[in-house]
């Protein structure tokens, strides 16, 4: 970090660091919690109201937790969900952006501008469930991301991106004989890496932390993602029925196992973002200024 060198800019500096430290750890203080809380004893949960490191550490909610069916079940469906997901989106949104990113494209400003208006205006949540409904997508994982395949926002930034790529790059390709697909698939797409990472980041993280969409379209609990059985372990005390343990008499820790559950549904995400970290801050500004 580079510092000013007179003696306000000093100052400011060490008052910036200072407030800045101080936000940061009033945000990391509950996060060290509910990590600390997930290693405790139940004892420990119901006598310290908050602590950064358990007296006794223990892995029985992480145990009980990887020990029933329904966890497992909605883990493996989130991740397939996210993966897929993902793809989708940056497939359609990338595939949409390159066209309108074309000055010579016919009904260019008029598609622009049906882009723009589903950005300041949205159908809202009976519009959308009416459609999903119409179209058979109820209770399947198409209704997880299909009605979120195109984010206007995220076209308007990527079109940006490729209307300001050299025009050159594009015309000594297909001098060489490519097609449009080949000058967007093996010219242009290398040079997205940084968009790719950004978007890419951010649609898995949406997909990933999405509990309105399983909430309204599934109704088959073992189609349920994370987010519902992280609900579902939130609102009740422990889990009963078929998503029990194997062992009816066992009694697990019951606030340790919504700790347990929060960590697990947390950390994918948290472990994914330091490989994007790179392209991500260049990513951010791409295509951001130019309209």
């Known amino acids: ?9 000093r100052v400011f500096d ?12 009033i945000a990391l203080l509950p996060l060290l919690f509910v990590l600390a809380g997930s290693f405790a004893t139940e004892s420990e949960l119901a006598s310290r109201p908050f602590f950064l490191w ?5 892995f029985e909610s992480y145990a009980y937790i990887f020990s029933t069916g329904a966890f497992l079940r909605s883990l493996i469906v989130t991740i397939c969900v996210t ?22 494209l016919p009904g260019r400003n008029l598609l622009i501008n049906v882009v723009l208006f589903a950005m300041v205006f949205s159908g809202g949540m009976i519009p959308t469930f009416l459609v999903v409904k119409e179209l058979g997508l109820l209770d ?5 991301v299909l009605p979120l395949a195109i984010n206007p926002f ?7 991106f490729f209307q300001e790529l050299p025009v050159e790059l594009e015309e000594a390709a297909r001098v060489d004989g490519a097609t449009e697909i080949g000058v967007l698939w093996r010219i242009l797409l290398p040079l997205c890496k940084p968009v790719l990472a950004t978007f890419a980041l951010f649609y898995a993280v949406g997909i990933w932390n999405d509990f309105m969409s399983p909430l309204l379209y599934l109704t088959d609990p073992d189609k349920w993602p994370l987010q519902m059985f992280l609900r579902q372990v939130t609102v009740s005390s422990s889990l009963t029925g078929s998503e029990a343990s194997t062992d009816p008499t066992y009694v697990p820790p019951a606030q340790g196992v919504k700790f347990a559950v929060i960590v697990v549904a947390t950390l994918p995400i948290l472990l994914f973002y330091p490989f994007l970290q790179k392209h991500f801050a260049k990513g951010m500004l791409i295509g951001s200024v130019k309209g």
């Open 1 to 9: 970090m580079k510092f000013h060198n007179t003696r306000a800019g």
């Open 14 to 25: 060490v008052a910036n660091l200072i407030f800045l430290g101080a936000i940061g750890v």
């Open 54 to 58: 358990p007296n006794q550490v223990t």
């Open 83 to 104: 993966a897929g997901g993902t793809l989708i989106q940056l497939f359609f949104t990338f595939t949409m952006a390159y066209p309108l990113a074309k000055r010579g």
């Open 140 to 144: 399947s994982y198409w209704s997880l």
């Open 154 to 160: 995220s076209l308007i930034i990527i079109k940006n």
